[in-house]
Structures are given as C-alpha cells and as structure tokens.
C-alpha cells in the first residue's frame, strides 16, 4: 500500500511540476470553396400556410396649413440665385 501511495505521489508530482509549453494556433490564411461540386439532395419545398395579419396603419393630420401655390417663395428663390 506505502508502494502504491509512493508511486501515485511521484507520478502526480512529476505531472504537476512539468513544463508547460505554449501551444501556438495558426489558421488558414485562405480557404476556398467550391459550391458547383457540393451536391444537396432533397426537396425544395415552402414551410405550411404562413400568414402574417395586416395591421391598421396608423394615419396621422398634416399639422402644416395646406397651401395652393408657392410663388413668393418661388420668387425669393430665384432672386436669391441672380
């Protein structure tokens, strides 16, 4: 039993004490994919009865004074231009 106590303990310790090293990642720097030869097998088909309820739109009052014509601006306009 002191045998496999001491055997555990210096498996653990050499495990505890070892040198980590850094693990370094490197990613493809590009990938290309080439979608004509994936094959999909299957039917296209459209989910069920969708329906979306229309809602009332909400229509608001023009708060401006409706106005037949602009011609003074129109005026001022055109002799801000000359």
Do not use: C, H, W
Request: proline share 2%.
């Amino acid at each position: 039993m002191k045998t496999l106590f001491l055997v555990l303990t210096i498996i653990m310790s050499q495990t505890l004490f070892a040198q980590k090293t850094n693990i370094r990642y490197e990613y493809k720097k590009l990938e290309k994919f080439d979608f004509d030869t994936i094959g999909v097998e299957g039917e296209s088909g459209s989910p069920g009865d969708i329906s979306v309820s229309s809602r009332v739109r909400s229509e608001f009052k023009n708060k401006l004074p409706e106005r037949q014509n602009f011609n003074k601006e129109m005026k001022k306009a055109i002799e801000g231009i000359r």
